[in-house]
Antibody
Framework: EVKLLESGGGLVQPGGSMRLSCAAS????????MNWIRQPAGKAPEWLGF??????????EYNPSVKGRFTISRDNTQNMLYLQMNTLRAEDTATYYC???????WGQGVMVTVSS | DVVLTQTPPTLLATIGQSVSISCRSS???????????LNWLLQRTGQSPQPLIY???KLESGVPNRFSGSGSGTDFTLKISGVEAEDLGVYYC?????????FGSGTKLEIK
């Protein structure tokens, strides 16, 4: 059974950093592109970026809205996906999801609140 | 960025009624490889989005065949032929032909 389980969310002050994790199971992790998406409460989702699969060298693409502040990485030995978020702002407050379009599957999401 | 405009924003339907949701793109979603990367998702209250349709018209595994997708270029439609109570929620179209990938603003389906 495919599972994606996000963790690491919570409350962070403006200007702070946070790393989200996504534990993957039930599929061959290295075969798939993995995405991060966020969704502010009551609004549409926003794609943040993805990291490619092994066949495509694990390279990354980002939404310009977060490029330079957010970094996506993966640990293929642990089947883990990460989102490092720096210089956080109030507008980064949202539920963050990891997902694969190809599986297709979205995790249950983790909430991040940026507030003083 | 590609803007996806969904209409209507809210849809009120009775059980058994057929409904359609429109998704119009600000640019053609036909990729140079010949594919059109337009998907539909359903987000039920308190849940993560659930993929329904990919490549405009292909149903994801396990999705009931009362759902269908159509369209090309910039105009796309999701049709539900005989709404059931479990279909309520917010429907989103999304594109991944062009970077950055984008989502429509959503259509909320409510059951009368």
């Amino acid at each position: 059974e495919v599972k994606l389980l996000e963790s690491g969310g919570g409350l962070v002050q403006p200007g702070g950093s946070m790393r989200l994790s996504c534990a993957a199971s039930g599929f061959t992790f290295t075969d798939f592109y993995m995405n991060w998406i966020r969704q502010p409460a009551g609004k549409a989702p926003e794609w943040l970026g993805f990291i490619r699969n092994k066949a495509n060298g694990y390279t990354t693409e980002y939404n310009p809205s977060v490029k330079g502040r957010f970094t996506i990485s993966r640990d293929n030995t642990q089947n883990m996906l990460y989102l490092q978020m720096n210089t956080l702002r109030a507008e980064d407050t949202a539920t963050y999801y990891c997902a694969s379009w190809e599986l297709p599957y979205w995790g249950q999401g983790v909430m991040v609140t940026v507030s003083s | 960025d590609v803007v996806l405009t969904q209409t209507p924003p809210t849809l009120l339907a009775t059980i058994g009624q057929s409904v359609s949701i429109s998704c119009r793109s600000s640019q053609s979603l036909l990729h140079s490889n010949g594919n059109t990367y337009l998907n539909w998702l359903l987000q039920r209250t308190g849940q993560s989005p659930q993929p329904l349709i990919y490549l405009v018209s292909k149903l994801e595994s396990g999705v009931p065949n009362r759902f269908s997708g159509s369209g090309s270029g910039t105009d796309f439609t999701l049709k539900i032929s005989g709404v059931e109570a479990e279909d309520l929620g917010v429907y989103y179209c999304m594109q991944f032909t062009h970077y950055p990938f984008t989502f429509g603003s959503g259509t909320k389906l409510e059951i009368k």
